[in-house]
């Protein structure tokens, strides 16, 4: 899911009330709920796609639910005393106890990989024991529903607290309606994809529209059909071929879960993912193969 979601759900199971727990709590919260996409730094030294081949991988699995807390928390650890060493720790902070920073940065962080199968994206929850995708195909990355939710929840909650009221209710209640809403589109999106004909199908979760599904199924090995429109116009076994030699093609091929060639103008091809065909933004889930010819299909 996009930070703005994890950022709050960290905020809501602080404002549950865990956030009492010891001192620097929201920041292990806040901050451990975005942790794991530490490995978007990758932009600095991968070109083009090859980010898709790894992103939600090393840094989204089992090794790393254990170590990114372990970081976490020791480095709020060595602030809060740093503070005080030089006096200028907050009066009203509360003391800060290490195994609770440990818990609470643990309990964020697997809040990330909890949320980032939601979606039809894709996530290596074992990696690096195993580099399968798993895919929850349930929430769109970028919810706005939830965000209402949990946003209007975590001011409701903030603002209860400055009035002395019950400030834990409130995001309680959101945490426990966010669960309901994912296992709720979780069970439309197996519906839709049982009621296809063809396995396995794709129910692709949709921005605004949570209730509807775009149907991607397949047509062969080379094609798909995204509600019932075909795209797809060359052989992908030219272009299997050729990621020994182009990482991006490699990269590609290793991300995706619907791929199809389309002819360029000059005949050469040009590689999607059915999950991200988008006429208005083609390019931003596409690698371009000049050398490789379309080889067209029967």
Not at 237 to 266: C, Y
Request: glycine letters at 8%; one cysteine or more.
């Amino acid at each position: 899911m996009d930070n703005i979601t994890h950022s709050l759900v960290g905020a809501l199971i602080g404002q549950a009330g865990l956030k009492r727990k010891t001192g620097l709590a929201m920041p292990a919260l806040i901050i451990g709920a975005n942790l794991p996409d530490v490995d978007a730094a990758c932009f600095f030294w991968l070109d083009g796609v090859q980010h898709l081949g790894f992103r939600r991988g090393i840094t989204h699995g089992p090794i790393a639910w254990v170590l990114l807390p372990l970081i976490l928390a020791g480095l709020l650890w060595w602030f809060d005393r740093w503070q005080a060493s030089r006096g200028r720790r907050p009066e009203k902070r509360l003391p800060v106890h290490f195994g609770w920073l440990y818990a609470l940065s643990f309990i964020a962080c697997l809040s990330h990989p909890a949320l980032d199968w939601l979606n039809s994206y894709g996530i290596r929850l074992l990696e690096p024991f195993s580099s399968r995708w798993f895919y929850g195909d349930t929430l769109f990355i970028i919810d706005l529903w939830l965000w209402a939710l949990m946003g209007l929840a975590t001011w409701l909650s903030l603002r209860r607290e400055r009035l002395g009221r019950n400030w834990r209710m409130p995001a309680q209640v959101a945490l426990a309606a966010t669960f309901l809403y994912a296992a709720a589109n979780h069970g439309v999106t197996r519906w839709v994809e049982l009621a296809q004909s063809a396995q396995p199908a794709i129910a692709s979760p949709q921005l605004l529209a949570f209730w509807g599904r775009e149907v991607i199924v397949p047509e062969g090995p080379n094609r798909w059909r995204i509600d019932g429109k075909p795209v797809g116009d060359c052989a992908l076994g030219p272009v299997r071929a050729a990621a020994s030699g182009d990482a991006q093609l490699a990269a590609f091929l290793f991300w995706s879960r619907a791929p199809f060639a389309e002819r360029a103008p000059d005949d050469s091809v040009v590689i999607r993912d059915a999950r991200f065909y988008d006429p208005r933004a083609r390019d931003r889930f596409s690698v371009a193969l000049p050398d490789v010819r379309c080889e067209p299909l029967s």
